[in-house]
């Protein structure tokens, strides 16, 4: 140290160098710690939306196979089981947790070869052009060959079903077939 003018002159000394150093790495920490944090919440947004999405998908499929497996009362009024079934078109708001609000839409229609639009039974206005738009087929035709309905006894007849979650947010469509026999 040096006296210059009744004062000391600090030359050469690196007290405050410390100081400066630690200030510099926290404030590196800090924003490598914030950009970690919103890192976490976004991934955290990215899990909850992805949990969203499948669960509206599994409850989505879980009615179509339930509407598949309790085919009523679709699959039961005239106008399927009728000589004009390819013509026949079904559709039904189904409020699972009776809430007053339709938690899926269930629609149901004849395939055929035309591929002509369908509408529903009920007031609705009509099927969705999702079940609408399905492949256009024959709609009746042989059992599958191993379905074990003989062919020469019996004959099938196919339908599309689709259920739409609330704002058409999943939509799951299933081909099924039923078998009849045949008039003797």
Not at 49 to 71: A, P
Not at 92 to 119: W, Y
Request: glycine share 8%; with cysteine.
């Amino acid at each position: 140290m040096q006296k210059c003018c009744g004062r000391r002159v600090i030359i050469n000394d690196d007290d405050g160098f410390v100081l400066v150093a630690v200030l510099l790495f926290l404030s590196v920490l800090t924003v490598i710690g914030i950009a970690a944090n919103n890192a976490s919440v976004v991934e955290r947004q990215i899990a909850g939306n992805e949990r969203f999405v499948n669960d509206d998908f599994y409850r989505t499929d879980g009615m179509l196979i339930h509407t598949i497996e309790n085919y009523q009362p679709w699959l039961n009024q005239d106008g399927f089981l009728n000589a004009f079934a390819y013509a026949a078109g079904y559709s039904e708001a189904v409020d699972e947790d009776d809430d007053g609000v339709a938690d899926f839409t269930v629609e149901a229609r004849c395939i055929e070869n035309s591929g002509t639009t369908l509408a529903a039974d009920d007031a609705s206005g009509g099927l969705s052009d999702f079940a609408n738009d399905i492949p256009a087929d024959a709609h009746e035709g042989p059992p599958p060959p191993d379905s074990f309905y003989s062919v020469s006894h019996f004959y099938q007849r196919r339908f599309a079903v689709t259920v739409r979650s609330a704002g058409d947010r999943t939509v799951l469509q299933a081909g099924v077939w039923k078998a009849f026999p045949k008039a003797e």
